[in-house]
Each structure stands twice: as structure tokens, then as C-alpha cells.
């Protein structure tokens, strides 16, 4: 359970960086339209259960790591934007931006990332040099 406690912490954190809160508010009220209020959290319990445990984007995504985070006093936005102004790709292609304090995930379409990473690396973002590369796997816990 401890587990399952720290993954949806994790959600909540990355619902808080989601680049798109038009969409969430639009979902949020079909929610609140459709389902009655004693059936909200027992809802959300069962799309957890059903979720798949990888996340949808990892098969065709790749993680990179990026040097900027909340230090710089931006956010998951305009980094976002900062990499489809340089990088030439579309807003589509970014799949989501992790935003911590000193550095960046960034989930980007796979066929894509090493184009990103050539085009940006190296440049000026809020008065700081970009380093962009591929993020390092997670080692599995070995029990």
C-alpha cells in the first residue's frame, strides 16, 4: 500500500504541472455533471485500479532530463515553449513536462528527441545555457 500511497501522490503532483488546465476543468465538470457527488472518490478509485501502471506515452515517448526548473522562476509552460520555439516541433509532441526545483523531465515523442536535444542544447533560456539529454532509466528495486 505504501507504494500505491507514493504513486498517487506522484499523480497528484504531476496533475499540478499539467501544460493543459483547459482540458482538465472541461473533464472536471463532465465529472461533476454525470457523476453524483457520493460517487466521485469511489470513481476515481476504480480509473486508478484500471490504470495501467506505465504510463500511456512511455511506448512511443522518451524522457529527457533538462537543466531548468522552478529555480529559474519559470514553469512547465514556457519551458514547453521554449522547446517548440527552438526545436521547430509541435506543441502535440511534448507529452509533458515534469518541473522540479533545479531541473526538468521532459516526455517527448521518441521519434523526435534527438532532433530536440540537438536543436536546444546549447541555448539561452531565461538568461541560462540549456542542457538537454536523454534522462537515465530508474533502477528497478531488486527484492
Do not use: C, W
Request: no cysteine; glycine share 4%.
Amino acid at each position: 500500500m505504501a507504494e500505491a500511497s507514493s504513486e498517487i501522490k506522484a499523480l497528484v503532483e504531476e496533475m499540478k504541472l499539467y501544460n493543459n488546465p483547459e482540458e482538465l476543468e472541461k473533464t472536471r465538470s463532465l465529472i461533476r455533471k454525470n457523476v453524483p457527488l457520493s460517487m466521485r472518490g469511489y470513481l476515481l478509485a476504480y480509473l486508478y485500479i484500471k490504470m495501467p501502471h506505465a504510463k500511456k506515452h512511455e511506448n512511443n515517448g522518451a524522457s529527457l532530463y533538462v537543466n531548468v526548473g522552478k529555480a529559474s522562476r519559470s514553469n512547465s509552460k514556457e519551458l514547453a515553449a521554449f522547446i517548440v520555439s527552438e526545436s521547430g516541433v509541435s506543441e502535440s509532441d511534448i507529452l509533458g513536462v515534469s518541473f522540479r526545483q533545479n531541473y526538468s523531465f521532459v516526455s517527448v515523442n521518441k521519434d523526435l528527441a534527438q532532433s530536440i536535444i540537438d536543436k536546444v542544447n546549447g541555448k539561452e533560456f531565461r538568461g541560462r545555457k540549456v542542457k538537454i539529454n536523454f534522462s537515465k532509466e530508474k533502477e528497478t528495486e531488486k527484492n
